[in-house]
T-cell receptor
């Protein structure tokens, strides 16, 4: 089944550095979303990028989408301890708008 | 406006018992989604419901699992005769309309089967 695959699985960086996570998917999509999950908590929606968009910004977040490569990246600039969390990409299921498929996530750890 | 509420937050059941997980969607939301998350994994879709209707249950195991979203009251995910492999975090999300892009997630119920 179609699924986003995040890379790397885990990432540790120093506070203040930039963190980049990647997501690849298999079939054409209408939209791609990124979510954050703090340990033991539910998911929080971060950003949605449509298939006709190439880049989107929200605060310290920058998302890119390359539909030709079927990939997306999430960049967090000037990382903070509070950014420590798991980050998931999610894609719509083959053009359907009533179902999304999550990847396995990237576990980001910000070192003090 | 309260967010999506789930209860209990933690549930411990012995093998063979029943587990009932509840989800109250955000006010005004009539669409509910249930997901399961195993440790170190992403969320796996289980079922999508509207009031009194199951729209898509393609992610639900064929046996022991059922879900409902009655006209009144919360959505219920029921797991009968639980086994150790059912131990996971179960999340529900709600949305106001048919598009899935406005999903709001609850805090989850962590089920432990001993």
């Amino acid at each position: 089944s179609q699924q986003g695959e995040e890379d790397p699985q885990a990432l540790s960086i120093q506070e203040g550095e930039n963190a980049t996570m990647n997501c690849s998917y298999k079939t054409s999509i209408n939209n791609l979303q990124w979510y954050r999950q703090n340990s033991g908590r539910g998911l929080v929606h971060l950003i949605l990028i449509r298939s006709n968009e190439r880049e989107k910004h929200s605060g310290r977040l920058r998302v890119t989408l390359d539909t030709s490569k079927k990939s997306s990246s999430l960049l967090i600039t000037a990382s903070r301890a509070a950014d420590t969390a798991s980050y998931f990409c999610a894609t719509d299921a083959g053009g359907r708008d009533d179902k999304i498929i999550f990847g396995k996530g990237t576990r980001l750890h910000i070192l003090p | 406006n309260a967010g999506v509420m789930q209860n209990p937050r933690h549930l411990v059941r012995r093998r063979g018992q029943e587990a009932r997980l509840r989800c109250s969607p955000m006010k005004g939301h009539s669409h509910v989604y249930w997901y399961r998350q195993l440790p170190e994994e992403g969320l796996k879709f289980m079922v999508y419901l509207q009031k009194e209707n199951i729209i898509d249950e393609s992610g639900m195991p064929k046996e022991r699992f059922s879900a409902e979203f009655p006209k009144e009251g919360p959505s219920i995910l029921r797991i009968q005769q639980v086994v150790r492999g059912d131990s996971a975090a179960y999340f529900c999300a709600s949305s106001p309309g048919t598009t899935v892009y406005e999903q709001y997630f609850g805090p989850g119920t962590r089920l432990t089967v001993t």
